[in-house]
């Protein structure tokens, strides 16, 4: 059976594993959805039309699945959808999504979601992405996988941030930050690549090699966008074995719609 602490106020319609684990005094509504393996701790409140997968951790206070913080939304039947094996740690805040912009706002699977954190209506967090403490997404921003962000750094709305991307401690990020990079400040700057964890990635010597050569395209030789651009192509067949990388580029900044942080 579930294991419910006694306490607990779990809807009757609600959908839980048999193996969810639910704490003192949580509060599960009716259209909530739990995997096999997910623990819930004390005094969380899980809302809305809410689906979390399988292996979860949610620590205690956190509340997932209230109505979003937009003055448009009237109600509409959205989601909250999470995936497996995150670890979401105490007084995390995830917001339901909202309609006209697809009305689902998605957590991936192993993320490290630490204290505080507030993932807003209609933010993407793909995979083994890192949020320290206080780390706050408005609305719509995309995290895509292993991106890392520091304590106290906030996200402007419509923000994306590329694959492999570092966030420094306490920034402002208010453009697009092309994967790889390392950047933090307010105002946001790049600093270089985030080499330290592309090498914990096993980032080859000829990968690593294209990624440094990426950023001094952007960053480092006084190129316009269009000309790196054109350098960052050429680098498929210069080292092949990054032919990937390179191509995660490419599409990152052809998708850009708030311009990347330079």
């Not at 395209?217 to 032919?243: C, N, S």
Request: aromatic content about 6%.
């Amino acid at each position: 059976m579930t294991q419910v602490h006694s306490t607990a106020v779990v809807d009757p319609q609600a959908q839980l594993d048999a193996s969810v684990s639910v704490g003192p005094y949580t509060v599960i509504g009716p259209h909530v959805r739990i995997g096999a393996g997910t623990t819930i701790g004390a005094h969380c409140v899980i809302e809305g039309r809410t689906t979390i997968g399988r292996d979860n951790r949610i620590f205690q206070f956190s509340s997932l699945g209230a109505i979003p913080q937009d003055k448009k939304y009237a109600g509409e039947p959205t989601e909250l959808v999470i995936g497996d094996r995150n670890v979401i740690r105490e007084f995390c805040t995830f917001n339901l999504g909202v309609p006209g912009a697809g009305g689902v706002t998605r957590v991936g699977n192993d993320n490290w979601i630490m204290a505080y954190t507030h993932i807003a209506h209609d933010c993407r967090v793909d995979d083994h992405t890192t949020l320290a403490n206080n780390t706050t997404l408005a609305g719509h921003v995309h995290l895509a996988d292993w991106v890392t962000v520091g304590g106290l750094t906030g996200i402007h709305q419509f923000v994306s941030v590329g694959a492999h991307a570092m966030l420094g401690f306490a920034s402002a990020v208010t453009q697009d930050v092309p994967p790889f990079m390392l950047v933090d400040g307010n105002p946001l700057a790049v600093r270089g690549f985030n080499i330290v964890g592309l090498r914990r990635r096993d980032f080859s010597a000829q990968r690593l090699a294209a990624v440094k050569q990426m950023h001094r395209l952007l960053y480092r030789q006084g190129k316009t966008l269009d000309e790196a651009r054109a350098g960052i192509a050429a680098l498929a067949t210069e080292m092949p074995e990054a032919a990937g990388d390179v191509a995660l580029m490419e599409a990152f900044l052809a998708n850009s719609t708030r311009g990347i942080a330079r």
